[in-house]
């Protein structure tokens, strides 16, 4: 079992940067795939990016590459999601999940909320 909670959403104007942080307890965090989605009023649940058990392996959406940037720290249990050159269209509530593959996720946090003014 894992718990995970996310941290670190807000208001940011367009073009500004915010860092989101997923911290993890339970099992040890070494041992999964962390990713992040996001879900907009009225849309889906998308992929955002992941990050493999190491913290090498990296995957991003083609909506984010270039701007965002995961990192995974197994010693502290964190993933982090920094954000930068915002656009309004990254406004959703941001998850962080965790799974024993790149497309299986067992585990998710309860969301933080990202709202990007244009």
């Known amino acids: 079992q894992v718990q995970l909670v996310e941290s670190g959403g807000g208001l940011v104007q367009a073009g500004g940067s915010l860092r989101l942080s997923c911290a993890a307890s339970?099992?040890?965090?070494?041992?999964?795939?962390i990713g992040w989605f996001r879900q907009a009023p009225g849309k889906d649940r998308e992929f955002v990016a992941a990050i493999g058990r190491s913290g090498i392996s990296t995957h991003y959406a083609d909506s984010v590459k270039g701007r965002f940037t995961i990192s995974k720290d197994n010693a502290k249990n964190t993933v982090d999601l920094q954000m930068n050159s915002l656009k309004s269209d990254d406004t959703a509530v941001y998850y962080c999940?965790?799974?024993?593959?790149?497309?299986?996720?067992?585990?998710w946090g309860q969301g933080t909320q990202v709202t990007v003014s244009s």
């Open positions: 999940a965790a799974g024993v593959s790149w497309r299986d996720y067992n585990y």
């Open positions: 339970g099992r040890t965090f070494s041992m999964y795939v």
